[in-house]
C-alpha cells in the first residue's frame, strides 16, 4: 500500500470513528446538534469520491466529484426565488467540467508525469484521453508504456493494449461518470485491479484463462473510480 492510499484508509477510519462517536453521543443525550442540510443523501456519494481521489493525489477527478457535490448541496442554502435562478445556470457546470479538462490536456503537470509523444501518436508512453459526450478508440505500440489517464464522461473509451509492452511500473488511472471503458491487454498481464465502483462494475476476462497464463511479474495497475458506468477488460 503506497503513501497516499495509507493517507486514505487513515482518514476515513478517523472520520467514521468521529461520526459514529458524535451520533452515539447524541442517542444517549450527551450531545444535541443537527446538520442544516440532509447529509445523508445520494449528493454525499460523489463528495465522498471526490475526498477519496484528493487523498490519493488524483487531482482531476477530485475536483470533478467534489464540484458534482457542491453544486447539488448548494439549493438547500438558497431561497425559493434564489433557486429559480440557480436551476437557469446549470450549463455552467458542463462549461466548468469542459475547461477544467481542456486545462488538464495542455497542462500535464496538472495531474501526472510529463508525456511522450510520438508524431505518430501511437507509439507514446503515456496516455491521456479524456471523452465528453464521445467516444474515441485508441491502439497503443510503446515497448516502454508507462500508463495513463483516462476519463470519460458521458461518453466512453476503447483502448487497445495488446501490442503494448510495460515500463518497470505501468498503471492506468480512470474516472468513469456515466459512460464505459473498453481495455484490451494481452492475456498474460498481472492486471492489480484498485476501482471503487458505485453503481457501476468492472469485469475483467481473466476467469476464461487458466492461472499458469499469467505472468507475475508484468503487473499493470488500474485504479480510479466508477461511477453509474462500467470497465470491460478483454484479455488477447
Known amino acids: 500500500m503506497n503513501n497516499n492510499n495509507k493517507n486514505a484508509v487513515f482518514f476515513w477510519s478517523i472520520l467514521l470513528v468521529s461520526i459514529g462517536g458524535l451520533f452515539l453521543f447524541r442517542n444517549f443525550g450527551m450531545l444535541n446538534f ?6 445523508f443523501s445520494w449528493r454525499l456519494v460523489p ?15 477530485g475536483i470533478i466529484a467534489t464540484t458534482i457535490a457542491v453544486v447539488f448541496f448548494i439549493p438547500d442554502f438558497l431561497t425559493s426565488a434564489e433557486r429559480q435562478t440557480y436551476y437557469k ?8 467540467l469542459g475547461g477544467l479538462i481542456l486545462y488538464k490536456y495542455f497542462n500535464p503537470k496538472f495531474d501526472m508525469p510529463k508525456r511522450q509523444l510520438k ?11 479524456s ?15 508507462e500508463g495513463g489517464q483516462v476519463n470519460c464522461v458521458m461518453g466512453g473509451a476503447q483502448i487497445d493494449l495488446t501490442e503494448a509492452d510495460l515500463a518497470a511500473k505501468s498503471g492506468l488511472n480512470i474516472f468513469i461518470l456515466m ?12 492486471v492489480m485491479i484498485d476501482v471503487l465502483p458505485i453503481m ?23 485504479s480510479g ?10 484479455r488477447y
Not at 34 to 39: A, D, G, S
Not at 49 to 55: P, R
Not at 205 to 221: A, G
Open 34 to 39: 443537527n446538520f442544516p442540510v440532509k447529509i
Open 47 to 61: 463528495l465522498i469520491i471526490g475526498i477519496n481521489a484528493f487523498l490519493k493525489g488524483k487531482n482531476m477527478e
Open 89 to 96: 445556470l446549470w450549463p455552467l457546470l458542463l462549461v466548468g
Open 119 to 129: 508524431a505518430d501518436g501511437t507509439d507514446f508512453e503515456y496516455l491521456n484521453e
Open 131 to 145: 471523452n465528453i459526450m464521445a467516444g474515441t478508440n485508441k491502439k497503443v505500440f510503446s515497448k516502454n508504456f
Open 179 to 190: 459512460g464505459g471503458l473498453e481495455l484490451r491487454v494481452p492475456k498474460e498481464w498481472n
Open 200 to 222: 457501476g462494475g468492472v469485469e475483467d476476462q481473466i476467469t476464461k484463462f487458466p492461472e499458469s497464463v499469467v505472468n507475475k511479474e508484468k503487473k499493470f495497475y488500474l
Open 225 to 234: 473510480n466508477v461511477v453509474m458506468g462500467g470497465v470491460e477488460i478483454k
